[in-house]
């Protein structure tokens, strides 16, 4: 059964630091290029970060400097430091592979997201 699991958000001033944790299970971890994924309030769901099973890593122009992504293939974890953090990075973030993983359910196949974690940057 797939469970991502994403812990780490919060409330924290402009210019101020976090650093996501999601905790994967029932996906072969190792071999998954993985990626964090945000949404805004009113805007669709996007990608802004990815890491290939290899390490290599690509990011947004509006993270790019600011966001690094890491992963731990023994504890299949991907983090997320978040630096320099501005009140538009203000979002639910979200683990998963890239492209999403899609599961199976009774009213067909349908990507699978989990809980998220909000971050909200605010004075």
């Known amino acids: 059964q797939v469970q991502l699991v994403e812990s780490g958000g919060g409330l924290v001033q402009p210019g101020g630091s976090l650093r996501l944790s999601c905790a994967a299970s029932g996906i072969r971890f190792s071999i998954s290029r993985m990626g964090w994924y945000r949404q805004a309030p009113g805007k669709q769901r996007e990608l802004v970060t990815a890491?290939?099973?290899?390490?290599?890593?690509n990011y947004a122009g509006s993270v790019k400097g600011r966001f690094t992504i890491s992963r731990d293939n023994a504890l299949n974890t991907v983090y997320l430091q978040m630096n320099s953090l501005q009140p538009e990075d203000t979002a639910v973030y979200y683990c998963?592979?890239?492209?999403?993983?899609?599961?199976?359910?009774?009213?067909?196949?349908?990507?699978?997201w989990g809980q998220g974690t909000q971050v909200t940057v605010s004075s």
């Open positions: 998963n592979a890239d492209p999403p993983i899609v599961v199976v359910t009774t009213n067909g196949p349908m990507d699978y």
């Open positions: 890491i290939t099973s290899g390490g290599s890593t």
